[in-house]
T-cell receptor
Framework: SQKIEQNSEALNIQEGKTATLTCNYTNYSPAYLQWYRQDPGRGPVFLLL?????KEKRKERLKVTFDTTLKQSLFHITASQPADSATYLC???????????FGKGTKLSVKP | ETGVTQTPRHLVMGMTNKKSLKCEQH?????MYWYKQSAKKPLELMFV???????ENNSVPSRFSPECPNSSHLFLHLHTLQPEDSALYLC????????????????FGPGTRLTVT
C-alpha cells in the first residue's frame, strides 16, 4: 500500500539555522508533491507544490526538492525564526485515485 | 483567513445525538473535501465532491453522511457516533479536482473539534 514517512515526529533547532525536513514515499509515483504548514488548532495552510520534473522549488526562505529516484522530498527553511515553529505536512499527489496522501507531519520548534 | 469557513468550531455530542458540521468556501473552487484528523495520525480523506457530485467515499461508516447542496457549501451530518469518532474535522476546497491530475493545492478551513461522549 502507499506509504508516506516524514523523518521525525519532532525537530528542534536554533534560530538562524536551516531546518531540513524529510518526506519519503513508497509504492507509488506521485506527479506532484505538496507541503503544508499546520499550527495548533488550525487547518493546514498550503506552502509549496513541486512537480515530478522539477528538481527544486523556492519561495522566499523555503526550498523544496523532489528526487523521484530516491522517492524523497526535502523541505528546507533557511534563517529559521521562532515564528516558523509549526507542524509541516508532506502530501504527495497521485495515489490510487489521484488524491493527496498526507504524512503525519514533523513538528518543528525554533528556539531563540 | 483562507476563504474557507467552518461552523461550529467546537462540538460536544452524546452518542445518540444528531448534529451537522457546516463548511463554506468563498474562493469559487469546484472541489470540496472532508478530512478527519486524529491525534498522532495523518489526515484521512473522507469524502470528495466535485461540482456538488460526490466522487469519492473512502469507506466511511454510514453514521457520517455528507451533503453538498451547491459548489460553495458542504455539510457533514452526524448521528449515533462513537467515542473513537472524536477528532478534528477539516473541510478543504481546491480549484481543480485532485483526481483529474494537475495542480490541486487545497485550502483548509479551521476545523471543527468534535468530542463524542
Amino acid at each position: 500500500s502507499q506509504k508516506i514517512e516524514q523523518n521525525s515526529e519532532a525537530l528542534n533547532i536554533q534560530e538562524g539555522k536551516t531546518a531540513t525536513l524529510t518526506c519519503n514515499y513508497t509504492n507509488y509515483s506521485p506527479a506532484y508533491l505538496q507541503w503544508y504548514r499546520q499550527d495548533p488548532g488550525r487547518g493546514p495552510v498550503f506552502l509549496l507544490l513541486i512537480r515530478e520534473n522539477e528538481k527544486e522549488k523556492r519561495k522566499e526562505r523555503l526550498k523544496v526538492t523532489f528526487d523521484t529516484t530516491l522517492k524523497q522530498s526535502l523541505f528546507h527553511i533557511t534563517a529559521s525564526q521562532p515564528a516558523d515553529s509549526a507542524t509541516y505536512l508532506c502530501a504527495p499527489q497521485g495515489g490510487s485515485q489521484g488524491n493527496l496522501i498526507f504524512g503525519k507531519g514533523t513538528k518543528l520548534s525554533v528556539k531563540p | 483567513e483562507t476563504g474557507v469557513t467552518q461552523t461550529p468550531r467546537h462540538l460536544v455530542m452524546g452518542m445518540t445525538n444528531k448534529k451537522s458540521l457546516k463548511c463554506e468556501q468563498h474562493l469559487g473552487h469546484n472541489a470540496m473535501y472532508w478530512y478527519k484528523q486524529s491525534a498522532k495520525k495523518p489526515l484521512e480523506l473522507m469524502f470528495v465532491y466535485s461540482l456538488e457530485e460526490r466522487v469519492e467515499n473512502n469507506s466511511v461508516p454510514s453514521r457520517f453522511s455528507p451533503e453538498c447542496p451547491n459548489s460553495s457549501h458542504l455539510f457533514l451530518h452526524l448521528h449515533t457516533l462513537q467515542p473513537e469518532d472524536s477528532a478534528l474535522y477539516l473541510c478543504a476546497s481546491s480549484q481543480r479536482l485532485c483526481q483529474r491530475g494537475g495542480l490541486c493545492e487545497q485550502y483548509f478551513g479551521p476545523g471543527t473539534r468534535l468530542t463524542v461522549t
